[in-house]
C-alpha cells in the first residue's frame, strides 16, 4: 500500500522561502506522475505543480518563476520549492500521485494522498 506524507509546511514573512517534501513509502512502481496541490480556507483544492516519472517538471502559472518541483529518485522524495512567496500563497499544501492499478482493479486510474502541511505567509 503506497503511503505519501508531506512535511515543511510553517510560518514566513512574504517574500521568504520554504521547500515542502513529500516522502513516498510502500508500493510505487505503478506512479507516472507526482503533483503538489494547494487548498485555501473557503476556496476549492487546485493544483500547483506536476513531475513525471521520466522528471518533466511544470507548475501553474501564478506560482511560475517562484515554485519549483523537484524529485530525489533514490530517496522516493518530492519536493516544492517555494520562493517570493506571497500571502495569497497561504494554503494547506497535499501531496498526491497518480498511477495505474493493476488488473484487479481493471487498470483503473489510482490516485494517492498525503495528509497535507499548512503554510501561512503573513508578516
Known amino acids: 500500500q503506497e503511503h505519501l506524507v508531506e512535511s515543511g509546511g510553517g510560518l514566513v514573512q512574504p517574500g521568504g522561502s520554504l521547500r515542502l517534501s513529500c516522502a513516498a513509502s510502500g508500493s510505487t512502481s505503478h506512479i507516472y506522475a507526482f503533483n503538489w496541490y494547494r487548498q485555501a480556507p473557503g476556496k476549492e483544492r487546485e493544483l500547483v505543480a506536476t513531475?513525471?516519472?521520466?522528471?518533466?517538471?511544470s507548475v501553474v502559472d501564478s506560482v511560475k518563476g517562484r515554485f519549483t518541483i523537484s524529485r530525489d529518485i533514490s530517496k522516493n522524495i518530492v519536493y516544492l520549492q517555494m520562493n517570493s512567496l506571497k500571502p495569497e500563497d497561504t494554503a494547506t499544501y497535499y501531496c498526491n500521485s497518480e498511477g495505474t492499478g493493476g488488473p484487479e482493479v481493471g487498470y483503473r486510474r489510482l490516485e494517492v494522498w498525503g495528509q497535507g502541511t499548512l503554510v501561512t505567509v503573513s508578516s
Open positions: 513531475i513525471t516519472s521520466l522528471g518533466s517538471a
